[in-house]
T-cell receptor, first 109, second 114 residues
Framework: AQRVTQPEKLLSVFKGAPVELKCNYS??????LFWYVQYSRQRLQLLLR??SRESIKGFTADLNKGETSFHLKKPFAQEEDSAMYYC???????????FGTGTRLKVLA | SAVISQKPSRDICQRGTSLTIQCQVD?????MFWYRQQPGQSLTLIAT?????????ESGFVIDKFPISRPNLTFSTLTVSNMSPEDSSIYLC???????????FGPGTRLTVT
């Protein structure tokens, strides 16, 4: 079955601490993996995608095909990182997304 | 990029009635999607709105319950028919614009069915 699992509903860290938001997936084939973010009172927006191998707002995510994981990491959390984070996958060429249930990140002062 | 607006932003409806949600995009787009996010749940794709033809529905969603229109490349509607409290959700419109994975989301419509 195609599935995205985010085991943590809520993750609280102190400002300046490292952050890791976990994402595991199940998919037969080679999916595209994404992280979306939703800040308070804003719409869902793309944070990063694995094919770009980019760092956005200090966040990175490495696709581990062996462990079928795509964890989101940031070495030093900032208060403005507080938001809801969704991991998602898409089959090649389908443009249809399967989302995880999301993790709420709270960065404490 | 694409800017998406949805109407209404929220509504409270009675059981058994229907609500039509509008999605307007500021540019012509090929692919438009409708998602549902039930309380505490993930976003689930309802259907792909195809311009000039019937929508393509995902497993578990049917046209009689969620009829969709796509009269042109900038507009789509989703109707939630014969509503029950289980239909209380946020409904989101999404479009693909630009590159293969340039996907944008609307602000959502928060529906409460009493």
């Amino acid at each position: 079955a195609q599935r995205v699992t985010q085991p943590e509903k809520l993750l609280s860290v102190f400002k300046g601490a490292p952050v890791e938001l976990k994402c595991n997936y199940s998919y037969s084939g080679s999916p595209e993996l994404f992280w979306y973010v939703q800040y308070s009172r804003q719409r869902l927006q793309l944070l990063l995608r694995h094919i770009s191998r980019e760092s956005i707002k200090g966040f990175t995510a490495d696709l581990n095909k062996g462990e079928t994981s795509f964890h989101l990491k940031k070495p030093f959390a900032q208060e403005e990182d507080s938001a809801m984070y969704y991991c998602a996958l898409s089959g090649p060429g389908t443009y249809k997304y399967i989302f995880g249930t999301g993790t709420r990140l709270k960065v404490l002062a | 990029s694409a800017v998406i607006s949805q109407k209404p932003s929220r509504d409270i409806c009675q059981r058994g009635t229907s609500l039509t949600i509008q999605c307007q995009v500021d540019s012509q787009v090929t692919m438009m999607f409708w998602y549902r996010q039930q309380p505490g749940q993930s976003l689930t794709l309802i259907a792909t709105a195809n311009q000039g033809s019937e929508a393509t529905y995902e497993s578990g969603f049917v046209i009689d319950k969620f009829p969709i229109s796509r009269p042109n490349l900038t507009f789509s509607t989703l109707t939630v028919s014969n509503m029950s409290p289980e239909d209380s959700s946020i409904y989101l419109c999404s479009v693909r614009a630009g590159g293969p994975h340039e996907q944008y989301f609307g602000p959502g419509t928060r529906l409460t069915v009493t």
